[in-house]
């Protein structure tokens, strides 16, 4: 007999991504998790702004399969549809290895290295970069949760250390 599938877990989250260079992408909505033994599935619907020149509509599908029993190790896929009049992108980043420790009680540390590629599609435009974030994340209550990290994007120009390739993120998340 098959197992019944865990019930989703659902979470409503503001992120808000600013490279040092004053570029900004800030990200509002709503995902359904679904956990397994192994891993995960989840898909999020959101809309975001850049400040600037674009609001746009974001759909992620993301999925993670764990290394060990614990998930401490794992490896993960976001595939990442960014909608605007100023943007037109379908972005893949895919992590071979996350490592997600707890510090404490309500604390854990995570690093999280990574390669995406990204289709724009107003710019008929393909990019390749090869990252990594890393940072913290404080539960402050049994549904809600802040992270803070801190990104290096574009490693495979390791040499190129302009305030465009470095970044802060604050993540805000509520489970229902």
Same mark, same amino acid.
Request: proline content about 3%.
């Given at each position: 007999? +098959?197992?019944?599938? @865990? ?5 409503? $989250?503001?992120?808000? =991504?600013? +490279? ?5 992408? +800030? %990200?509002?909505?709503?995902? /359904? ?40 190790? @794992? ?9 605007? /009049? @100023? ?7 895919? $992590?071979?290895?996350?490592?997600? %420790?707890?510090?404490?009680?309500? +604390?854990?540390? =995570?690093?999280?290295?990574? =390669? ?6 107003? #710019?008929?435009? &393909? ?8 940072? %913290?994340?404080? #539960? ?12 290096? =994007? ?11 390739? &470095? ?10």
């Amino acid at each position: 007999m +098959t197992k019944p599938v @865990n019930k989703p877990k659902g979470t409503v $989250s503001v992120s808000t =991504y600013q +490279t040092f260079d004053g570029s900004n992408l +800030t %990200v509002c909505g709503i995902e /359904e998790k679904l956990n397994g033994k192994k891993g995960y599935i989840s898909a999020f619907l959101g809309a975001a702004t850049n400040f600037s020149d674009d609001g746009m509509f974001v759909i992620d599908l993301k999925g993670g399969r764990n290394y060990d029993i614990k998930g401490l190790l @794992n490896q993960n896929l976001r595939i990442r549809t960014k909608l605007g /009049e @100023n943007s037109e992108s379908v972005q893949f980043r895919y $992590s071979p290895i996350s490592l997600d %420790v707890p510090v404490g009680k309500n +604390t854990n540390i =995570y690093i999280n290295p990574h =390669y995406s590629g990204q289709m724009d599609f107003k #710019k008929e435009k &393909w990019t390749n970069s090869i990252g990594v974030f890393g940072g %913290v994340t404080q #539960k402050l209550n049994d549904k809600a949760s802040l992270s803070l990290e801190i990104q290096r =994007y574009n490693l495979q120009n390791i040499k190129e250390n302009t305030p465009e390739n &470095w970044g802060i993120n604050a993540i805000i998340s509520y489970k229902f």
